[in-house]
């Protein structure tokens, strides 16, 4: 039998309704690579798209690429394709995770796991290798998610990991997620997915290997990439806090935060200085971010143990946290988050007033409530939707809205001096009974677009520049604006919110912009870059840029690399010129599958996906919304980011106000280098044709929305 390299080789199905359990051959779906290029093309092809994403018939889809599990650094990830309860549309949605999980699952043998039916009662998965059992969860149903975890690693044996939902999965709420490690989620409504099947939890223990064509070429390229190439998390290039190798620091500052006298204070053994990170030396990098201080400023080393993060990761992403002071407000002293649900400038949109004044240390009130929803969410498996809930339920506390859709009694009933009071017991009310769907104020938990339609709030709401919607489907921006056109362009692509960061990355690398712009430029034409926040009229090199950031975030998601480090556009090496190598991708996919990959390569492949994402987007609109126009439906940006400073005019230096006329070009622009209609925004035949897609411009044209 002939080795199959970078792929495990399986798929697993299991079908919950009848218990069958069975795997197929992976080699079908190679041409779409693995993660989300194999999750769409079987929804596509088995779950017609207007299946109701709660249905029996709906399925999901985990799956990893042919890098997670090799060794590659920043590899470790895992993607879950469904069809999404949260947004317009009820389309195609992703939730991806880091940590563990999806090593372990190439380990037993699996690229990907087929999820489908409904079980009658709470059960899991368990897969140890080739040994798949559905095991009873009756004693897990109405857990925490953390409980969960323990209770199944030890029912199955310390070697396994698993992922869990918790009680606001189990409830069907679809801001819900699923958990796995220690902050470590989906989101995207995936929880209250698992929930419709009576599915808690998929535990995975796997003694295998992942192939290597070549070991040594691995070896070397990864050497390369970790000696030259990488920076901090977002791949930072250049320490924020002056070190003496470094030629500039970081203007403003960047997520490279260790430095001399920034200490883990509550480190195992003592307190550990991060020092001096030089880019050279391999062994230094898990120092170079330290999240706590580029969230919660210098306060945050007095309780920092030390940093944490997904397999195959040497950049270490999240911080993890002692806070005795946390078990004072009864909370957890042991706290940690990777991305935005422990950021207090999210937090405090919950509270009328300064947070916790009670607290210990002065000043630590919002930090510490901000750990203490964090935990309180995690362990709800609640989502918060990149920061969304919270500006929902600020926009309605001050607009009134509660006294209007809550009776008397239910409105009385919350403890609102808690929100006043600034008490840090308060976040754990709210999102409760959004968790366990207390009453109609839990309805925040149904997602914004259907919220604001039971709510009737109106284009008032959506048209806030507080609220900060991207567009009148249901999710928020998710990355700087400071980039313009670009950023706008890739905001509106997805049912949910983007998670699009190559263009964050090197855009707030706090590299000077003039070397930024010669390295970007260089790739793709003059003018394709502004400078921060000084935009200028829209260009075909600028398209050229958001085409190339569009398709990566697809190809990350497929191979399955960290779309936060990937790709390695800039370097912190001076000798570079501070240029990165964006063909890296492509030579770890030679060196780990043996097949001669490309850049053009990667492109070709990642432009399939994303042609399969927007067509079946149009699909289901179609279906699900009667509409035949994505541009007009899907991607209308909200009127805030027109009207926003309105003494200023567009393209003015250091306003982000955009001007319609320029958009409506800039989509323009986009849909010709997608090859898409410009009056429609949906992929003609040619494009589909070329990309091995046929089917999906034949069932376009069945339902009158194939562009002539």
Partial sequence: MSTTYGWAGKILRVNLTNRSITTQSVEPYKQFVGGMGIGYKIIWDEVPLNTDPYAPEAKFVVATGPLTGSGVPCSGRTNISFLTPISKGRSICDGHMGGHFGNVMKYAGYDAIVVEGRSPTPVYIKIDDDRVTIESAAHLWGKMTRESAKTVVEECGPEFTCFTIGPAGENLVNYSVIHTSWGNIAGGGIGAICGSKNLKAVAV??????????????????????????????????????????????????????????????????????????????????????????????????????????????????????????????????????????????????????????????????????????????????????????????????NGVFERVLSTAEFNSIPWEKMRNGDPDWIREVYTRIAYKQGEFSRLGDGAFHTAQRWNLGMAFWDSLFVNAMTYNGYPQHHDFGTGAQAAIFNVMYNRDCMVHTLTNFYNAGMPFEIVRGIIDGHFGQGSLDPPNNFTRTNEAKMRLGKWCFLRKQWHDMATLCDWMWPMTLSPSQRRGYSGDIELDAKFMTAVTGENWTNDDVLLTAERTSNMLRAMTAISFRLNENSSNLRQDHDRLNAHYFDRTPHLEPFTPGNRRMERADMERTFDLFYDVMGWDRATGIPRRATLARLGLSDMADRMAQLGILPA
């Fill in 205 to 398: 223990r796997g003694t295998g290997g992942v192939a290597i064509a070549d070991p040594q070429r691995l070896m070397d390229l990864n050497n390369y990439m970790l000696t030259e190439l990488i920076g901090a998390n977002n791949n930072h290039p250049i320490p924020t806090y002056a070190q003496s190798w470094a030629e500039f620091t970081a203007q403003p500052p960047n997520r490279w935060r260790g430095a001399p006298g920034l200490r883990w204070e509550k480190a195992l053994g003592g307190p550990v200085d991060t020092g001096e990170q030089p880019y050279w030396q391999i062994d230094r990098i898990a120092y170079r971010m330290f999240k706590g201080v580029h969230e919660k400023g210098h306060q945050a080393t007095r309780n920092a143990v030390k940093t944490s993060g997904c397999s195959s990761c040497p950049t270490r992403c999240y911080q993890r946290f002692d806070h005795e002071e946390l078990q004072e407000v009864g909370g957890n002293a042991k706290a940690s988050n990777t991305c935005v649900g422990s950021q207090t400038n999210h937090v405090h949109h919950l509270y009328a007033r300064p947070v916790a004044p009670h607290i210990r240390n002065e000043g630590d009130g919002l930090m510490l409530t901000a750990y203490i929803g964090s935990n309180w969410m995690d362990d709800l498996g609640l989502w918060c939707n990149y920061g969304f809930l919270n500006r929902e339920f600020r926009y309605c506390f001050e």
